[in-house]
């Protein structure tokens, strides 16, 4: 089944957070990884937020994601 | 705390406001600021110096998209402002995003509060994922003294005490819906959902979620008071009355009704009840309860007026439930009753208590 465009766009705005607020690394992974890594940074927020952790761009994870807030990472070291 | 645990070598810190946001008038903004470093200082020995030029250890500025620090605002909402934890050259600067909306109060992005929170980030404070706290790092509004205990004791522990001792009253953690002595303030239900009132919080629970979702009451209602003490829903009018004090407020779904708060007396109540502690609508009969310490009260939704007869006792009336109550509902014929942890199931034909369980088993727990 193809993507409907509010799945893109939901991808794009949570590799976006994930790369601003929780260290991913932006640019090409190896096949495979990509998606492993976008999983674990997600369980990463969703632990911070106290969300359900599961890996996946849920309702509520995505809402979380859409909400105004602070350009300070969550986690991560801060260059 | 930021890696490294980054933190101001003196007490004395100085900031410079180098530009001025026009959405508010430029004492406004001095006042915000102002404010937002007091909020720190209170709690630790820091003190703020202001100064007019040179390079000061906080510089405030307002900018839009990339605004020369390689670290890029995104135009309205999302990202509202960044700071950078203490050190020098950028360390400890403060930028927020020219393309919000600036305002002193609960409309759009309260610069006092940003700005409180971005300050946080300049001594040395990192996110906090306790949704009560300051440091939260998602934007809500909040009426008083912003700090909570999480925030005061990560300051704290950077800074040490204020030796001044000045009073504050920091924020009650946000309450944890699996705590075993967990209490409701008010339960009621809100058009197939059910709303629960706790501290400065409610859980929303929604059939179509799986987990109890917890917000800050001034976040969606910034004009109910931080404290409920009783709500319900009346179905066939589509509100839901909360409660606070002496004064009630109504919501149509979300939306505050206007021509509220009204007075509680309004309803029939003598002047001498100042605090009504659980409410609730039984559908089968259109009679609303109202409790208030150890008796309850009987308002005809129809009429518009109290039953007469009333009030009666709750340990007479409803035995096995002690005799005061936290919150109600009501569901299928069945009163469910708050008091302190413990919730009783309490089955209005049978007049009698059919199940005991733990308040929070509502919230899955």
């Known amino acids: 089944k193809p993507i409907s465009t509010e799945e893109k766009d939901k991808a794009v705005l949570a590799k976006k957070y994930l790369q601003r607020f929780y260290g991913m690394p932006a640019g090409l992974q190896r096949p495979g990884k990509s998606s492993d890594l976008m999983q674990q940074k997600i369980r990463e927020m969703q632990e911070f937020f106290k969300l359900e952790v599961t890996g996946k761009l849920d309702d509520k994870t995505v809402e979380l994601m859409e909400m105004a807030r602070c350009g300070v990472p969550d986690v991560a070291e801060y260059n | 705390h930021f890696p490294r645990d980054l933190k101001w070598k003196t007490t004395n810190v100085t900031f410079r406001i180098l530009n001025y946001t026009p959405d508010l008038k430029k004492k406004v903004v001095d006042r915000a600021v102002r404010k937002a470093l007091n909020v720190w200082s209170k709690v630790t020995p820091l003190r703020f110096t202001k100064t007019f030029d040179g390079t000061a250890d906080i510089m405030i500025s307002f900018g839009t998209k990339e605004h020369g620090d390689f670290n890029p605002f995104d135009g309205p909402e999302g990202l509202l402002a960044h700071a950078y934890p203490p050190g020098i ?26 700005a409180a929170h971005e300050f946080g980030h300049a001594l040395g404070m990192a996110h906090s994922s306790d949704p009560g706290s300051l440091m939260y790092p998602v934007y809500s509004y909040a009426k008083g003294f912003p700090l909570s205990e999480d925030d005061i004791e990560g300051i704290q522990s950077l800074y040490g005490e204020n030796p001044d001792h000045e009073k504050f009253k920091p924020k009650p953690i946000a309450p944890e819906k699996c705590d075993p002595e967990l209490s409701f303030d008010a339960i009621t239900e809100l058009r197939g959902e059910t709303i629960i009132f706790k501290d400065r919080f409610y859980w929303r629970l929604h059939p179509n979620m799986p987990e109890p979702e917890q917000t800050l009451i001034k976040n969606t209602w910034p004009e109910i008071p931080n404290k409920v003490d009783a709500a319900y829903e009346n179905p066939e009018r589509d509100v839901v009355i909360i409660f606070s004090g002496i004064k009630m407020w109504a919501l149509n779904g979300y939306t505050l009704v206007d021509g ?89 034909s049978a007049r009698k208590v059919v199940r005991i369980m733990r308040a929070n088993s509502i919230l899955n727990c």
């Open chain 2, 260 to 348: 509220y708060p009204k007075y509680i007396h309004k309803l029939g109540l003598p002047k001498t009840v100042r605090k009504i502690d659980a409410a609730v609508n039984i559908r089968d009969t259109g009679k609303t309860l109202l409790f208030v310490d150890e008796e309850y009260w009987s308002f005809d939704e129809q009429t518009g007026t109290m039953d007469t007869g009333y009030p009666r006792s709750i340990e007479d009336d409803f035995p096995g439930i002690g005799d005061e109550v936290d919150a109600a509902a009501y569901h299928y014929g069945y009163l469910n009753l708050y008091h302190e942890h413990t919730q009783f199931e309490y089955s209005y």
């Open chain 2, 89 to 114: 050259g950028i360390g400890g600067d403060t930028h927020f995003d020219e393309d919000e909306t600036w305002t002193e109060d609960y409309h759009a992005f309260n610069l006092f509060l940003v």
